[in-house]
């Protein structure tokens, strides 16, 4: 992400920006395609994974979103789709943001770092 608002923006997600700053953020998002894409896809990520906690040998919200975009290496794509066969959380969590990532309507971003 070239711009430096990425930080920012998952600020704004949360509702810990100031008032001033929420103002200035939504007035660069006007403008910046880049950053409604990155705020698209935090928000995208957030509203799909569920709330419940995933067990200890869960793979990570990154390693979902890798897997949508089909950019994980295959030993590890194997490993990912082995365990969503065999859990329901990380399957729904899959599922979800498949689709939340669907309705973003923009080719796959890659994950925030």
């Known amino acids: 992400m070239a711009c430096e608002n990425k ?3 998952e600020q704004l ?3 810990s920006l100031s008032e001033e700053e ?3 953020l939504l007035a660069h998002l006007r403008d910046c395609r880049q950053c409604r894409r990155e705020l698209a896809f ?8 569920p709330a ?3 067990g200890d040998d869960c793979p990570s919200d990154e390693t979902l979103v890798m897997l949508v975009d089909d950019v994980l290496p295959a030993e590890e794509r194997e490993r990912a789709l082995a ?3 065999r859990c329901d959380h990380c ?3 899959w599922l979800s943001l498949n689709r939340a990532l669907a309705a973003v309507g923009e080719e796959p ?3 925030p770092a």
Do not use: M, Q
Request: hydrophobic share 40%; no cysteine; proline share 3%.
């Open 7 to 9: 930080e920012k923006l």
């Open 13 to 15: 997600v949360d509702g």
């Open 22 to 24: 929420s103002a200035n």
């Open 42 to 49: 935090i928000n995208a990520v957030r509203s799909a994974l």
């Open 52 to 54: 419940s906690t995933p």
């Open 83 to 85: 365990h969503l066969s």
């Open 91 to 93: 399957l729904r969590s």
């Open 109 to 111: 971003v890659t994950a």
